[in-house]
């Protein structure tokens, strides 16, 4: 029997999808939005405090994927503050929602983000691993996570996904990856060695409606495949899967530095994330070797 899932953040890149695949499975879902055009939409603000509490009365699960772009704009002191705000009011807002009408869902999963372990070169991170260092990565999602688990103080289910690189060719790192492929230029940063742990965006939101269906999923999960890749690697096999032979094209460090400041952390560090926990719990990946993922994703 479906249930009623309100959907924060679902008009982004992952929020879209997720939605796509709860109707697809008899869901009945809301969404939170600024600015409301339907009658499943629902007004919210959460830097102003504000939502529309017929959003929450009955919902069974909430699914909260808000937050301004990490990578969207440079990290002046006002983004900053933005990106950590929009998490963290975020979810103070639902929760303040759930606590004035007495009704607590089923479920609150949360997005989170591998950005929590910072720059932690070759090590495998866990779960249970604290941040390698003290970046702006580390410290925002450190933020973001500890909103989340007022929500679980709260008594509710809680689950945060942290969540890697995100792989489809309308949005996030896969995007950029293909405009210089598209002119037989492959592109990597650095020396091309970082860890990059991706993910398909199926597999994703198959990991929420995984835990919408699992009573015992509860806590952080790491939402990556098993297998993570090198940087350089990454482009290489998007170059086979797309038919496109490319120079490669190593941008350097202290340029990419130059030219975004801090934010340059986004694609310099490298983070080698493990999937054991979430496999251990019982997750099947529906596109664990790279290849596959990108042979779906170009062949559609």
Request: net charge positive; with cysteine.
């Amino acid at each position: 029997m479906g249930k009623t899932i309100l959907v924060a953040g679902g008009s982004g890149f992952i929020g879209v999808r997720l939605v796509e695949m709860l109707q697809a499975q008899g869901h009945s879902v809301r969404l939170l939005t600024r600015t409301p055009r339907a009658p499943h939409h629902y007004a919210w603000d959460p830097i102003a405090g504000r939502i529309d509490d017929a959003a929450v009365q009955g919902a069974d699960v909430v699914i909260n994927l808000a937050g301004a772009g990490i990578a969207e704009k440079r990290w002046t002191p006002a983004r900053k503050q933005l990106i950590i705000a929009s998490r963290v009011e975020s979810a103070r807002v639902l929760l303040g929602a759930f606590q004035r009408l007495q009704h607590s869902p089923e479920a609150y999963l949360a997005a989170s983000a591998i950005g929590y372990y910072g720059n932690s070169g070759e090590r495998w991170m866990t779960e249970e691993d604290p941040p390698a260092d003290q970046g702006f990565l580390s410290i925002s999602t450190i933020e973001w996570e500890r909103a989340t688990e007022t929500i679980s103080a709260s008594g509710i289910r809680t689950v945060a996904f942290r969540i890697g690189i995100v792989l489809e060719q309308s949005g996030g790192a896969l995007r950029e990856i293909i405009r210089p492929l598209r002119f037989g230029i492959g592109a990597y940063f650095a020396d091309g060695q970082a860890w990059y742990s991706w993910i398909h965006r199926d597999d994703v939101c198959r990991m929420f409606l995984w835990a919408i269906e699992n009573p015992r999923a509860e806590g952080i999960y790491n939402a990556v495949a098993p297998h993570p890749v090198r940087n350089r690697e990454l482009v290489q096999a998007t170059a086979r899967a797309m038919g496109r032979w490319a120079i490669p094209a190593p941008a350097p460090a202290f340029a990419l530095c130059l030219m975004l400041g801090e934010m340059a952390d986004v694609v310099l560090n490298s983070t080698r994330v493990s999937a054991a926990k979430i496999l251990q719990a019982g997750f099947s990946f529906q596109y664990p070797q790279l290849e596959d993922a990108l042979a779906n994703i170009f062949r559609r």
